[in-house]
């Protein structure tokens, strides 16, 4: 159960990523007009990076460090959802290009049924909230889902299903779109 303050710190990390995609955009402007050059690599002190890290990442692989409890993985995967909800449209596109590429990757590697269900379920609700911004990574999302499906874990089995119907719903309403602007 989440309480109300860890629904606060939710809420807040996800503000943040969504005011440093904010900021990201309105810094980019300024150093193309300063210097032609733009990098889309998230630095190391990105809120966002520090989410997706802090999920992705098993530190009792390492040794050197205590391993992240499950419970606060899970929250960042929250906050990553929260981020999809709140991002506005113009942003959407941008946030979907630094989390789904990744999570994708993770998703097929990570070893812990949790982390590795709630990397799929961030990625569903990408396909959800971040609509058409995530069509360029449906075939991926496609393959993740069958390879996950036949692996799965009763968590992931449960969420699929929904994820897969979504990601084909909108697939083909793009496709109907397409037809309809090329008639």
């Not at 710190?9 to 990523?17: Q, T």
């Not at 959407?92 to 799929?120: F, G, M, Q, W, Y």
């Amino acid at each position: 159960m989440v309480s109300k303050a860890q629904h606060g710190c939710i809420d807040c990390l996800a503000l943040m990523i969504c005011a440093e995609l904010q900021t990201a955009d309105s810094s980019k402007e300024f150093s193309m007009s300063k210097t032609n050059k733009t990098e889309n690599v998230p630095t190391a002190n990105s809120v966002l990076n520090h989410v997706i890290q802090q999920l992705i990442q098993d530190r009792s692989d390492h040794g050197l460090e205590k391993p992240v409890l499950l419970s606060f993985r899970l929250c960042m995967a929250n906050v990553i959802i929260s981020a999809c909800q709140k991002i506005s449209n113009p942003r959407k596109k941008r946030l979907a290009k630094k989390i789904v590429p990744v999570l994708i990757n993770s998703a097929a590697v990570i070893t812990n049924s949790d982390v590795r269900a709630a990397c799929i379920q961030v990625l569903f609700s990408a396909v959800y909230h971040l609509k058409l911004a995530i069509l360029s990574y449906s075939s991926d999302l496609l393959r993740l889902s069958i390879k996950a499906l036949e692996e799965g874990s009763d968590m992931v089995c449960m969420i699929l299903p929904h994820g897969i119907w979504l990601l084909i719903g909108f697939i083909s309403l793009f496709l109907g779109n397409e037809g309809k602007n090329k008639a």
